[in-house]
């Protein structure tokens, strides 16, 4: 089992940077994939990022790219994601998951998730 934790949600401006953190307990953090999900209000989850387990590679959504970092510490069991110019559109509960299995963007290779922090930005 892995326990994820988020933090550094909150409410900011357009334009504006959030920096968001997922801390995990339990197994072998380095032996995890990570990726980062978001879920608007009566939209479905989708993918955000995601970095291999030794921080190695890293993918994005193409309307996060160039705005968005994801990368981790495993000695401190940690996952960021760096939010720079933030839009309205980016409001939504964001999750981090992990994945002993693969690395990709389909939310279902994720096994293990947290509870997920909100990031609203206003207009």
């Known amino acids: 089992q892995v326990q994820l934790v988020e933090s550094g949600g909150g409410l900011v401006q357009a334009g504006g940077s959030l920096r968001l953190s997922c801390v995990a307990s339990g197994r072998t953090f380095s032996n995890y994939a990570v990726g980062w999900f978001r879920q608007a209000p009566g939209k479905e989850r989708e993918f955000v990022a995601t970095i291999t387990s030794s921080g190695g590679n890293t993918a994005y959504a193409d309307s996060v790219k160039g705005r968005f970092t994801i990368s981790r510490d495993n000695a401190k069991n940690t996952v960021f994601l760096q939010m720079n110019s933030l839009r309205p559109a980016d409001t939504a509960v964001h999750y981090c998951?992990?994945?002993?299995?693969?690395?990709?963007?389909?939310?279902?290779?994720?096994?293990?998730w947290g509870q997920g922090t909100q990031v609203t930005v206003s207009s």
């Open positions: 998951a992990a994945s002993s299995r693969a690395w990709g963007r389909n939310r279902l290779l994720y096994d293990y």
